[in-house]
Nanobody, 116 residues
C-alpha cells in the first residue's frame, strides 16, 4: 500500500523556521522525483520545490528561493523541506508528491501557520 505521510507542520512566528518531513512507503522511493506543494485558503495548489530521483537536482518557486531547501534521504525513504525566514504568506497546507512516468502519489498534507 502506497503511503506518503507528512509531518513537522505547526504554528511559527514570522522569521522562524520549520522542517517538514514526508515519509514514503509502498513504492521504490529512490526512483521517484519528489515535490512539495502548498495550498493556502481560497488559492490553488502551487508547486514549492522539486528534487529529482537520480541526480537530486533541485528547483524552487521564486517565492521561496533562498529561504527553503528540499532534500531527500533515499535510505530513509524520506523527503524534507527546510523552511527558514518564514513569512505570513507561507501559511498553507503543505503536501508532498511522488512522481514517476505514469504514476503520481500525494500525501494528506500538514498545516503550516506563520503568525505572531
Amino acid at each position: 500500500q502506497v503511503q506518503l505521510v507528512e509531518s513537522g507542520g505547526g504554528l511559527v512566528q514570522p522569521g522562524g523556521s520549520l522542517r517538514l518531513s514526508c515519509a514514503a512507503s509502498g513504492f521504490t522511493f529512490s526512483s521517484y522525483a519528489m515535490s512539495w506543494y502548498r495550498q493556502a485558503p481560497g488559492k490553488e495548489r502551487e508547486l514549492v520545490a522539486t528534487i529529482t530521483s537520480v541526480s537530486a537536482y533541485t528547483t524552487y518557486a521564486d517565492s521561496v528561493k533562498g529561504r527553503f531547501t528540499i532534500s531527500r534521504d533515499n535510505a530513509k525513504n524520506t523527503v524534507y523541506l527546510q523552511m527558514n525566514s518564514l513569512k505570513p504568506e507561507d501559511t498553507a497546507v503543505y503536501y508532498c508528491k511522488a512522481v514517476r512516468v505514469g504514476l503520481v502519489y500525494w500525501g494528506q498534507g500538514t498545516q503550516v501557520t506563520v503568525s505572531s
